[in-house]
């Protein structure tokens, strides 16, 4: 082979890689302010797991991203940032509480059209913090059967109720793989997704429990008792979206190709109400979980 024609060769090998990974969508990035930092007794690492997430989102072509790293509640009180800078706030941040000064800022961003994504950690703390309960709704509320009602479905798909004092407090499962069921299929988010896909070693949360029940629930894994835990779900408050996202604890969940997917459109979904964010092409499948950067062919 002539050397003109090996670089023509590889040429289009490299060009056939880069097509892989490159989203097949030409949309603007969002801008996104990442909030993190807070890890105590080492539960939930968010160093590597932002070194996960970031490179991945990239693929999705969410690339316009800050973070605001927040050690506790003095580093987010110092924090001179505006909210409405951005275009999407996502929130993986693990503490008992948040200064309520900043949540009330936030809420004001949420309430007049912003967008916010909760993610994992988050969902275990903020405790007992109303402004908080009242984005997600149900939470992660560890050891609290007390602690407002529980929310969880039977293998028919109906919801149950358990209320206050009902059943147990939130938990998770042994870390492991699991299959994470679609359940409303006609979401912007979940649309074009397979029924059933197997989610990388992870927690898989159930018992989630808040004072509002009043969520659209978009996906659902089957937990120890038997019943369906929310895993992903989204609400309205006020004028703007919120979509919460329980799996990502650390790695291979948080570089799972199904989580990864779930949290770009989620994020595009708060953002803008639509979803052109594609499906990669190596989302996993009901045996397998995926966790190698995600892959689009145009």
Known sequence: MSKFLRLITAGVLILAAIMLTVPAHGQESISTLVITGAAPYGYHPWESNIELIEPRLETFGITDTEYHIAHGLEDWRKWEGSYSDYDAIVIIYYWSQAPEQELEKLDRYVRQGGALVVVHSALAGFWK???????????????????????????????????????????????????????????????????TWMQARDELYYNLRGPNTNIRVLAV??????????????????????????????????????????????????????????????????????????????
């Open 221 to 298: 894994a089957q937990a120890p008792d038997g019943t369906y835990a929310p895993q992903a779900w989204v609400r309205r408050h006020g004028s703007g979206r919120i979509f919460c996202l329980t799996p990502g604890h650390h790695a291979p969940g948080a570089s799972s190709v199904g989580f990864i997917t779930l949290l770009a459109r989620g994020i595009e979904w708060a953002a803008t109400g639509q979803v052109t964010t594609p499906i990669p092409t190596n989302f996993p499948g009901t045996r397998e979980p995926i966790t190698e950067l995600p892959q689009f062919n145009r």
């Open 129 to 195: 913090q109303d402004i908080f309960d009242g984005w997600t709704g149900i939470a992660y509320r560890e050891r609290d059967a007390d602690y407002g009602h529980n929310l969880a479905f039977n293998k028919e798909g109906q919801r149950i109720i358990r209320s206050p004092g009902e059943g147990d407090g939130s938990a998770h499962a042994p870390i492991d793989t699991f299959r994470i069921e679609t359940k409303d299929p006609n979401h912007p988010i979940m649309q074009g997704l397979p029924e």
